[in-house]
């Protein structure tokens, strides 16, 4: 009984459960880069140019340490980017199977996610991690950029929600690996070692683990428990307690999370995408100064005659067109383009406005989106993934045409889009990965339909 129990169990989690947990790592993973992108915006926290060279073979909480009054603004620096690297790294490399999910990579899961205090953000926190981001958080809400901190309130809730979530199915995880971790123990050891009520069990149990279980990590504790199970007072009593705790009831079945439909998983998409909105603003922010310097730059007297003739003749100077040169990502070559300055700031613009109003949740202009079908959704965010992408292309190549233009000595006090450009790169590829998670799974669950098979059940 208590094998067939495991095993439906274990099927239950690896069909409903683990691709739940997945979903809200990666859920998780999103919201905790829109708080560190501002962060990073508003120069609260500097970049760690050492992050790529700290490569890890598994997940590794990062330092919390005590730190200084005077260190720990640099401390936070490196805390979240650390941090963040460890939610990378389960994204790109973590399986969620239960072959892969040990009782240890289970337990630095749940550290993780405990590693700031979301529930109690806030600067009386006892965590002095949690204490200091919120600190860093204040200082934004001070100010009157309300898109930032509509962006910080909504990734706030989010990761209170997820992380509580999270917790919840690594402990129903838990709760499976320490049972089929009993039950091994019992189908191999046991056997070898002949127990009774009589005899000091432990004792005996130790002394044969290595030599029957190799490898396996010795926990005294779950031995114990498999000691009160099967020679215990209540022998009986705990078996059928453990039994009805590794039964999946009916009920269980029905996937949790399959409320979050189709729809949800676009609208991700969007959020994502418009994650980048305020790295887009701060771009063109940054451009626009700079080619007001390349305007103003020190002219000689037949240039700056040339210029009055252009606007006495022409409407010339109200445009601004200049030959650049960009990297055509399909074919990896490069390409020549005139482009007209001006219109593209406006198309920068608007597209920034429309995204920065689908950030937050609670925006009218998301609910709106969250209310039409997905079909037309999924259309909005594969336009405006279009958009970006061409956004993407033609930022650089711009910096590039202007840091061009001006002396080296101009070109040493111009403030470079290179953070930006990477923000937006990663707000676009989370986007696209919803679209493409929801391309797949719709096809799989029309497929399913048309093979006879009843996915709303």
């Not at 009593?237 to 269980?252: A, C, F, T, Y």
């Not at 003749?313 to 383009?337: H, L, M």
Request: aromatic share 8%; net charge positive; hydrophobic share 35%.
């Amino acid at each position: 009984m208590l094998e067939e129990a495991l095993s439906q169990r274990r099927e239950f989690l690896n069909k409903n459960v683990l691709p739940v947990l997945r979903d809200n790592f990666k859920s998780f993973h999103s919201s905790f880069h829109s708080l560190y992108s501002i962060l990073l915006r508003k120069s609260l926290v500097k970049e760690d140019h050492y992050k790529f060279d700290k490569k890890s073979s598994e997940i590794k909480i990062p330092d919390d340490s005590p730190f200084t009054e005077s260190t720990k603004m640099d401390s936070l620096s490196v805390r979240m980017s650390d941090f963040e690297s460890q939610l990378e790294f389960i994204d790109s490399y973590y399986q969620y199977d239960l072959d892969f999910l040990n009782m240890g990579r289970v337990k630095l899961l749940a550290g993780l996610i405990k590693y700031y205090s979301w529930e109690n953000l806030s600067e009386n926190a006892p965590n002095p991690n949690t204490r200091i981001l919120a600190e860093a958080l204040s200082r934004i809400k001070i100010g009157a950029d309300t898109l930032s901190n509509n962006i910080i309130a909504d990734a706030r809730t989010q990761s209170a929600k997820v992380t509580m979530d999270i917790a919840a199915l690594l402990k129903d995880v838990a709760m499976y690996l320490r049972e089929n971790y009993k039950y091994e123990i019992r189908k191999t050891l046991l056997p070898a070692c002949r127990l009774s009520r009589q005899d000091d069990n432990m004792r005996i149990i130790r002394q044969k683990f290595p030599q029957v279980m190799g490898g396996k990590p010795f926990y005294p504790e779950l031995i114990q428990e498999l000691l009160e199970e099967d020679f215990g007072k209540d022998d009986s009593g705990l078996k059928s307690r453990l039994l009805d705790s590794l039964r999946v009831q009916e009920e269980k079945q029905v996937r949790e999370t399959e409320s979050q439909s189709f729809l949800d998983i676009l609208l991700d998409g969007v959020r994502a995408l418009a994650a980048g909105s305020v790295h887009l603003e701060e771009a063109a922010k940054k451009l626009q100064e700079t080619q007001n310097l390349l305007i103003n730059k020190k002219l000689s007297f037949g240039e700056r005659f040339r210029r009055w003739l252009r606007r006495l003749s022409s409407k010339e100077s109200e445009q601004f067109i200049y030959n650049v040169e960009y990297v055509d990502s399909r074919t990896n070559t490069s390409k020549k383009a005139r482009l007209d300055y001006r219109r593209f700031m406006d198309q920068l613009a608007r597209r920034t406005r429309n995204l920065s109003s689908l950030a937050s949740r609670k925006n009218p202009a998301f609910q709106k989106l969250a209310a039409a079908p997905e079909d037309k959704v999924l259309q909005f965010l594969s336009s405006s993934l279009d958009d970006v992408q061409v956004i993407l292309r033609t930022l650089p190549a711009v910096d590039a045409y202007f840091r061009g233009e001006l002396s080296s000595a101009q070109r040493n006090i111009v403030l470079g889009i290179k953070v930006e450009i990477n923000a937006i790169k990663n707000s676009y590829i989370k986007a696209n990965q919803k679209r493409h998670e929801y391309i797949s799974r719709k096809e799989e669950n029309d497929q399913l339909k048309k093979l006879g098979v009843d996915t709303d059940s």
